[in-house]
């Protein structure tokens, strides 16, 4: 079972600066692609930020410039730097991370639990 671990979320004020953290537990042979979303009261879950194995980021334009997302040398471990916070950004953050558990395995994907960032005015 592979188990993914957010935190880092908070309450800070508006230009304010939080950074998340995901760690993963458990079996895995590989990951193509890790991912940060979000989701807002009463509003769908969004795409926030997106690393390959290859370190290629990509972002949704609300963020751009503001967040950045790294997976350092430890593996499957997923960061989210987010600077200049705004009360939009207030959501709850979802790590999610492509696997695959074994070489013949398919990929799948894993969702952490979540961590709430509440921006203020």
């Known amino acids: 079972q592979v188990r993914l671990v957010e935190s880092g979320g908070g309450l800070v004020q508006a230009g304010g600066s939080l950074r998340l953290s995901c760690v993963a537990s458990?079996?895995?042979?590989?990951?193509?692609?890790m991912r940060w979303y979000r989701q807002a009261p009463g509003s769908q879950r969004e795409l926030v930020a997106s690393?390959?194995?290859?370190?290629?980021?990509d972002y949704t334009d609300s963020v751009k410039g503001r967040f950045t997302i790294s997976s350092p040398d430890a593996k499957y471990t997923l960061y989210l730097q987010m600077n200049s916070l705004k009360p939009e950004d207030t959501a709850v953050y979802y790590c999610?991370?492509?696997?695959?558990?074994?070489?013949?395995?398919?990929?799948?994907?894993?969702w952490g639990q979540g961590t709430l960032v509440t921006v203020s005015s």
């Open positions: 999610n991370l492509r696997i695959r558990r074994s070489f013949a395995a398919g990929y799948a994907e894993v």
């Open positions: 690393i390959t194995s290859g370190g290629s980021t």
């Open positions: 458990g079996i895995i042979f590989s990951t193509d692609v």
